[in-house]
């Protein structure tokens, strides 16, 4: 099983709500990410889980929390977003290093976000 | 600082025929390099791998050809199908740092 999965996978929020983004992988993998992927560009990480532990974060605004309850789960708490943070946010995860990232990085299919 | 780049926005291929997609670095600490595949509305999908000991790495269709002087990669396709038709990003990474992705290169095969 390589499957990343993520949900949802459209959202619509207003910039004063609250939401959350989640993701799952079963593969026991031990790095999980966050990537924020606007059009026509590559995907920019976000932060990095190595052992449930943050080890990475691309100084990423305070409005986005991310959160590792477990090995298998990672989220991504969204708070009084910006229009401009309308992207598609794709999660991933691989084997993890010592230190930091791991090789391959298997993708979920991304949640599509809107910000009105 | 892009530091992987893709030069080639698109590429169109007569199915059957090889595909070459490209990719340049510029950062001599890169030491493993990936190609993902992505479709509309997914997420990218791993294909293919090589480590910057080796200078080629072949799995079945696919085979990527790295060019440690020039900073150099290429990922070839053959046969190319209409299946293969998707975006195509190169990323590159040193030690246990981040990925870094290019811009991607749009193939589209023509039946």
């Known amino acids: 099983d390589t499957e990343v999965t993520q949900t949802p996978k459209h959202l619509v929020m207003g910039m004063t709500n609250k939401k959350s983004l989640k993701c799952e992988q079963h593969?026991?993998?031990?790095?999980m990410y966050w990537y924020k992927q606007k059009a026509k560009k590559p995907p920019e990480l976000m932060f990095v889980?190595?052992?449930?532990?943050?080890?990475i974060n691309e100084s990423v605004p305070s409005r986005f929390s991310p959160e590792c309850p477990n090995s298998s789960l990672l989220n991504l708490h969204l708070h009084a977003l910006q229009p401009e943070d309308s992207a598609l946010y794709l999660c991933a995860s691989s084997q993890a290093l010592l230190g930091g990232a791991g090789y391959e990085q298997y993708f979920g299919p991304g949640t599509r976000l809107t910000v009105t | 600082d892009q530091q992987v780049k893709q030069n080639s926005p698109s590429l169109s291929v007569q199915e059957g025929r090889i595909s070459i997609l490209n990719c340049d670095y510029t950062n001599s600490m890169f030491d493993y390099f990936l190609w993902y595949k992505k479709y509309p509305a997914e997420g990218p999908t791993f294909l293919i791998s090589?480590?910057?000991?080796?200078d080629k790495n072949e799995d079945g269709r696919f085979t990527v050809f790295l060019n440690k002087s020039a900073k150099h990669l290429s990922l070839h396709i053959v046969p190319s199908q209409p299946g293969d038709s998707a975006v195509y990003f190169c990323?590159?990474?040193?030690?246990?740092?981040?990925?870094?992705f290019g811009t991607g290169t749009r193939l589209t095969v023509i039946p």
């Open positions: 889980y190595s052992y449930e532990k943050l080890s």
């Open positions: 593969m026991g993998h031990r790095a």
């Open positions: 990323a590159a990474k040193a030690g246990a740092n981040n990925l870094f």
């Open positions: 090589i480590s910057s000991i080796k």
